[in-house]
């Protein structure tokens, strides 16, 4: 499953908001018990994998200019909600990229 997420900040602030809210995706996760890795291959591209209920979901997330692009991996369990799933990441997306909580 592939996923844009426009944005309008640039890829450099667009990374930084990233790299400092990375941290509450676990919180946003039902189940309660999710274990959240990531790592930064390259520059702009993120990798992502969250462990929960079971299930394991691996995430690439390349960082551009205009667009943050993810390339999800579903299991087969959870490919039946790929729309929630879709929509879920779009609307939880675009609040990490429009709230900045590290200025205030």
């Known amino acids: ?4 997420i426009p944005h309008s900040l640039g890829a450099e602030e667009a990374k930084r ?8 995706l ?3 996760i039902p189940g309660g018990a999710a ?8 520059e702009d591209r993120m990798t992502l ?4 209920m079971g299930q394991s979901v691996s995430t690439v997330l390349d960082v ?9 991996q579903l299991p087969a ?6 729309g929630a799933i879709e929509k879920a990441i779009r609307k939880g997306g675009a609040k990490v990229l429009l709230e900045d909580k590290s200025k205030g």
Not at 49 to 52: E, G
Not at 64 to 72: F, G, N, P, T
């Open 1 to 4: 499953m592939m996923i844009d």
């Open 17 to 24: 908001r990233l790299k400092s809210r990375i941290g509450e």
């Open 26 to 28: 676990s919180s946003h």
């Open 35 to 42: 274990d959240v890795r990531h790592s930064w291959p390259t």
């Open 49 to 52: 994998s969250v462990d929960a």
């Open 64 to 72: 551009e200019d205009k667009i943050i692009r993810l390339q999800l």
């Open 77 to 82: 369990m959870l490919s039946f909600m790929s």
